[in-house]
């Protein structure tokens, strides 16, 4: 089995300011954000990158989209907006492989991010 960061943060063998949990999703406070509220939402079953996602089960990573959304009116934000972002493998930056949707949000975020821009 897989076994990451967010794995562990799931059996809460490590701690996170976990903000929302239901059977499928977690999300919790990311540990350097990147914008005033920056939530990361990770499902439960083991993916490791959006390239691993079986095309039979789009409700996982569908899950993690209509949470961060509900977060997002709870908290009152999603007028003004926010942005979601999900990492793929190197060249997307991604560094836990365990697949995660990033929600952005508290801010103007400015235009997206290029490989122009580091
Ligand atoms: P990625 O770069 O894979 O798309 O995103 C991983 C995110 O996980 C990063 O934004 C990083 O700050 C966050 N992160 C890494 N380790 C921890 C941790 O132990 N706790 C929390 N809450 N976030 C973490």
Same mark, same amino acid.
């Given at each position: 089995?897989?076994?990451?960061?967010?794995? /562990?943060?799931? @059996?809460?063998?490590?701690?996170?300011?976990?903000?929302?949990?239901?059977?499928?999703?977690?999300?919790?406070?990311?540990? =350097?954000?990147? =914008?005033?509220? +920056?939530?990361?939402?990770?499902?439960?079953?083991?993916?490791?990158? *959006?390239?691993? $996602?079986?095309?039979?089960?789009?409700?996982?990573?569908?899950? *993690? %989209?209509?949470?961060?959304?509900?977060?997002? /009116?709870?908290?009152?934000? %999603?007028?003004?907006?926010?942005?979601?972002?999900?990492?793929?493998?190197? +060249?997307?930056?991604?560094?836990?492989?365990?697949?995660? $949707? +990033? $929600? *952005?949000?508290?801010?103007? *975020?400015? @235009?997206?991010?290029? %490989?122009?821009?580091?």
């Amino acid at each position: 089995m897989t076994d990451t960061i967010f794995h /562990k943060i799931i @059996r809460r063998e490590i701690p996170a300011d976990i903000v929302f949990e239901d059977e499928h999703v977690i999300a919790f406070r990311d540990i =350097a954000p990147q =914008a005033p509220v +920056h939530v990361l939402f990770v499902p439960k079953v083991d993916v490791a990158t *959006l390239n691993d $996602l079986p095309a039979s089960q789009p409700e996982v990573v569908g899950r *993690l %989209a209509i949470a961060a959304a509900a977060y997002a /009116k709870r908290e009152g934000f %999603a007028d003004d907006g926010y942005r979601v972002v999900i990492n793929c493998n190197g +060249h997307g930056g991604q560094t836990v492989f365990q697949v995660h $949707l +990033h $929600l *952005l949000a508290g801010a103007p *975020l400015g @235009r997206f991010g290029t %490989a122009r821009d580091s």
